[in-house]
């Protein structure tokens, strides 16, 4: 298993004919992941060629899902159409049996995201993963299901589940992870937004649930009390062992440290109160991002599944 | 973008929000004109400054940093007063609790009528993170830290949240004015000032609007006497007025220049630059910067779209600041290719002379390609594998360097 996409998922890209879309949708089918499809508005029936693979491009999700049967999007469109999108692969997705969202697009703005993720959730078998974010990635022996913008290779199939609000802290984690001889199950990024899909506890449930991780890692950042509330839920409703760092310990306050929602205001998101709710959880925890895979294992031998 | 309590006035008058008569200013003479024009006996001389904390500010000289006032909000009951404190706030520096040690120089001032105040409350306009909704936070506690009243007295402040779809329900609202202890035209004043302010909060793409105070008058009015109103930078695009309100002299010059090259740039106080991709990589790189026992000197995120001009760049508004004892570049390649930034590090510390000390730590796509071209070039450069390992490196390199 692994949670949310696998080799059976079909994906199509929201945005395929710019440059994101066309780079990193290159790039998806060099992983060997199951794109079957495109959809950029009024350029309908233009076809692709990927990698040597040929993708029709439609112009709409509801076309494109229609035609191909995809139970899986990721959005590559500018910042300022980007929530248009979401809401329609939504409603689409919802029409046609669920799917699954993923939105790498940064800069959208909240209040568009505030307004789409009121909608997505008027659609209960749709599930929004982003805005602002790597993606999501399940690695299989070779290739596999690759979601997003983080580079393939550095992955392999193994028990890890990872999630993080970062991008490339995220590629950190799972160099750390094999630099211990461990692979991962699925790579989430949630993404570095105040607004989102979503969230730390719907990835920790998932894993909690998914037979093939046997063991997370969480990476927090700086702004909002995400961390702390996932700590709170994971003290009660995890089993598997959780090692976690927060990025920003040395950031001033009221400065947004790149992502919008990386920001201490009011004296509330500090990277120690994060530290402090994960220690209160049980959750193993990394000072250093270089430890984590050290961390991790001492997590697993504590388990005693190492 | 933040802008200042005049500019947030003159919104807030557009957006049928009640406030007072007051007018702008950029020195002593038109301060005496503004008291003049208002024709009120008592009048506000307000420092215009972004951060909060005016009123229990204190004034000082910016170049013998003498004390010239306390108190960055003056209540005025004569012209002569206002010329005394107006020519004591223009062009001095402020220090509040908001603007760190250096505080601002103050270029601009707002002159106030007066206002018969009966109570003051506090009322504020935000995005809030948790409910991913617009959320209206009041409280009968005015006039003071808000933070101060949220951990002291939380019942004290009072929320309502907007349905993200269906906007703010007027039961709420209703009940919100109830909660806040008003009654009859009170009440209802602060029925519509509530509504018109999520409406301009949603209108103008705020990310904020905090009034501390607003006050009841003695005539019973719901008048907004403070005004912060802070903008969502990435809503710029539907909003080119926002441009005519931007006050350069409130932002840092070397973060707009970072930001026209891609880079995301934060000054801070240590001695060891970095340079990173990502923000979230930034971040930990500063914090393992501290474990091993120095201080960063700066968040720098060049993105996933960093080219050779920009990072030399970064490398320049790096050293820009002499704080810097060496530079930590940590790159986990995913678009970025490692080898494209090696490159870039041996053109970029060629062409401005880098003369401290430089540990490059690859990882991701190329980084073996990136470390053997540093390693075979004539610069005199550390490499390392972990970022652990880098910022160990970087921190005993400035130590001996001493």
Known sequence: MSIWVDENSKILIQGITGKQGTFHGTRMIEYETNVVGGVTPGKGGQKLNFSGKEITVYDSMQEAIGKTGANVSVIYVPARFASSAIVEAANAFQENGGGLIVCITEGIPILDMVNAVAKVEKCPDVRLIGPNCPGIITPRENGGCKVGIMPGFIHAKGRIGIVSKSGTLTYEAVAQTMSVGEGQSTCVGIGGDPVNGTGFIDCLRAFEDDSQTEAIVLIGEIGGTAEEEAAEWASKNMSKPIVGFVAGSTAPPGKRMGHAGAIISGGKGTAEEKFAAFERAGIYVARDPSEIGNVLIKALKDVGIK | ??????????????????????????????????????????????????????????????????????????????????????????????????????????????????????????????????????????????????????????????????????????EDVVMFAELLGLEGTSKHEMVEMVNSLYAMFLDKDCSMIEINPLVKSESGEIIALDGKVSFDDSADFRHPWRNDLRDLTEEEEVEIRANKYGLSYVKLDGNIGCLVNGAGLAMASMDVIKLYGSEPANFLDIGGGATRESITAAFEIILEDKNVEGILVNIFGGIIQCDMVANSVIEASKEIGLDVPLVVRFSGTNHVEGTEILNKSDLNVYTATTLAEGAEKIVNLTRRSK
């Open chain 2, 1 to 170: 973008m933040n802008i200042h309590e005049y500019q947030a006035k003159a919104i807030f008058s557009g957006s049928g929000v009640k406030v007072v008569k007051g007018i702008h200013c950029t020195n002593v003479d038109e301060a005496l004109n503004a008291y003049d024009e208002l024709n009120s006996d008592i009048v506000a001389v307000k420092s215009q400054i972004h951060a909060g904390g005016r009123g229990k500010g204190v004034l000082y000289d910016p170049i013998t940093n003498d004390l010239i006032m306390e108190g960055g909000v003056k209540i005025a009951f004569s012209k002569e007063e206002v010329r005394q404190y107006a020519s004591s706030i223009i062009g001095n520096k402020l220090v509040t609790k908001q603007t760190g040690k250096e505080g601002k120089i103050v270029n601009n001032l707002y002159i106030e009528s007066g206002c018969n105040i009966s109570h003051e409350y506090y009322l504020a306009v935000l995005i809030d993170r948790e409910t991913k909704s617009v959320l209206v936070m009041g409280s009968t506690e005015g006039g003071v830290d808000i933070e101060e009243v949220a951990e002291k007295t939380p019942e004290a402040i009072h929320k309502i949240w907007a349905d993200p779809l269906e906007g703010l329900a007027n």
